[in-house]
């Protein structure tokens, strides 16, 4: 059954799409026992993606009408900036995902989690729990088999980075969180690294707000006060769940008058974003959002590349078993006529055996059919090996639908490679040949 993988991410689609797309988690569950009624289904969505992947009959089409629903997006306006994937590609796709190696900042770790997240709310059978298993597998093995990870890796780290090109020290400076969760918890350690003091944390939960901020030595506080602490601070670092705006223009506005002219730095890290856009309108005020992060991460990636480069051998090698799994269910109820079909022959054959087989002979006496099935083992194991075997030579350029091998006639989902199918049927053909003693 065909994998297909529909989504969007932050290669092509701007924020402000994504955000329309985005779905909680809670909502990612619904999603998938819905996309999962013919099927199986997983809703992979951060802020920097949003991805279904899907199992079942005309997955793509439902997968693309379920993306047109949560965005919002016209039909033209999605297939614009939309992928769609199939199979093996899927499969590579999402172990380069869980790597880290499509994130916005290559080896970052949080995408693993969240990977984890999404196959935990998911409505998975064989197919997905294997590709969510083995792509988890494939982030863990990147994670310490490779140094991606070493530097700081994160969206909240670049912020940081940010801050600091804009006010060259963050010495002095004092930061406003806005949320406190993990996203908010990483900027605060990246910033404090650099020097700056972490002045208020903001939350709907005051006392959430009061244990992060106690961690670095601040206050906690409610959202609705922070217009209030504006003019206390120089930089506002956002990062809610919260469906629409947590600052706007009016109230940043009405703030400036007691900043006397001292600039604002605010970084809004939350899809759906949290700070209205037209507050970069302002004068002093300095606003940017995940996508403006790109350009801070590119400017220390030299060294990531280079661990990249191993990861990404590392994710290929992965992806070829699940390719090699994935293409060995096709042949399972073939595999189970061929040991029928075996245990049906001997009976029927075995009195047309013309001379003593010595096989046979030399053991103890019991049904003689039996023993050809039970003491010859190349009788049953070594045709299936040969078929996987045959299998795994299959080229997906595909020409012809099926082929017929030992009696059994076989359907490969995308055909067989004309190059490549004589070879193979003459080796498997003189491999099923039966020893010269033992001739029927």
Sequence with gaps: MTL?????????????????AFVPLPQAAELAAALAEQGEAVCLSTC?????????????RRALAVLESISGLAGDELRAVVYRLADEAAALHLFRVAAGLDSLVPGEGEILGQVRSAFDAGATGPVLDRLFRQALHAGKKVRAETAIAESPASVSSAAAALARQVFGRLDECRVLLVGAGHVAELA????????????????RSPQRAADLASAFGGEGTGLDRVPAVLGEVDVVVSSTGAPGWVLRHDEVEAALDGRKGRPLFLIDLAVPRDLDPAIHELGACYLYDIDDLESVVAAGLAGRRREAARAEGIVAGEA??????????????????????????VPSTYGLISRPCPCVTSLRPVSRPALVMRETPWFRAHPIQMLFSFLREIVRD???????????KFSVRNGISTSKLHPVLVRCTRSFQMPSHCRF
Excluded: K, M
């Design 48 to 60: 920097n993606r949003t991805e279904l992947y899907v199992v079942g009959e005309d997955a793509d």
């Design 320 to 345: 070829e078993r699940f390719r090699e799994w994935h293409a060995s269910r096709d042949v399972v109820p073939e595999i189970a006529s061929l040991r029928t079909g075996a245990s049906c022959a």
């Design 4 to 20: 297909t993988l529909v989504g969007l991410s932050h290669r092509g689609t701007p924020v402000a799409v994504r955000e329309r």
């Design 398 to 408: 595909t020409l012809i639908p099926h082929v017929s091998l030992f009696g059994l």
């Design 188 to 203: 605060a350690r990246s910033l404090a690294a650099r020097g700056a003091s972490i002045a208020f944390v903001a939350n």
